[in-house]
């Protein structure tokens, strides 16, 4: 459908496969997130979103994809959270959430979702006219890589809506910092992805 959308799971702690630096991966992720400040002025959280909660960090990592910023993992983690569930839910979920406002703000989430996916080319098959582009200068694409090499790079089919599975064995293994690294540009400003020719296939087709 129009508000379907890229999701990542969560990594279990696992030995690092790169030691002494930090880890290149593809993702931002909202929970674990450390940058230098010219990152959250150069990629700041779109006001014209409300209600989005699902799909932000998709917005936020591939909009700062296109600016030239690269991902890491740290070696070690140095801090966690638990979600308000299961044996946790009685003490901690005692807090307000943003969807009890839904009914106060009917159509916000969704016309909100058709701007992140269409900022982001994640849903070709919609009409640019239909969505919102107030200020998308400012909470739009940079101009160093496109949306869609990221997605060639990283077996995601936006037309169909479907992904490549176990990805994780080329990121967790080391493969993508290792293949990837050495094409830093010489002025240390990320990855020159003109160069990157390697296209993510699932190397388990069929299986879970």
């Given at each position: 459908g129009e508000s379907q959308h890229l999701r990542h799971l969560s990594q279990p702690e696992r030995v690092p496969s790169i030691h002494g630096v930090p880890q290149m991966q593809p993702y931002w992720a909202a929970g674990y997130s450390f940058s230098r400040g010219h990152f959250v002025v150069?990629?700041?959280y779109d006001?014209?979103?409300p209600m989005i909660f699902q799909g932000e960090e998709m917005s936020i990592g591939i909009r700062g994809f296109t600016v030239g910023y690269d991902m890491y993992a740290p070696e070690r983690s140095v801090c966690f959270h638990h979600?308000?569930?299961g044996e946790n839910a009685k003490k901690r979920n005692k807090?307000?959430?943003f969807w009890e406002n839904a009914r106060d703000f009917q159509g916000a989430g969704k016309r909100a979702m058709a701007r992140l996916?269409?900022?982001v080319h994640m849903n070709?098959?919609?009409s640019k006219d239909t969505w919102e582009h107030t200020e998308e200068s400012l909470y739009g694409l940079?101009?160093?890589?496109?949306?869609?090499k990221f997605y060639e790079t990283f077996g995601i089919d936006v037309f169909n809506k479907k992904a490549q599975h176990h990805l994780c064995q080329f990121v967790d293994k080391g493969g993508m910092h290792r293949q990837f690294q050495p094409l830093i540009r010489p002025d240390k400003m990320g990855v020159d992805y003109d160069k990157v020719t390697y296209k993510?296939?699932?190397p388990f087709p069929g299986q879970s």
């Open positions: 150069n990629v700041p006001l014209y979103q979600y308000a569930v807090v307000p959430h996916l269409g900022i070709p098959e919609v940079g101009g160093v890589r496109t949306p869609e993510f296939t699932d």
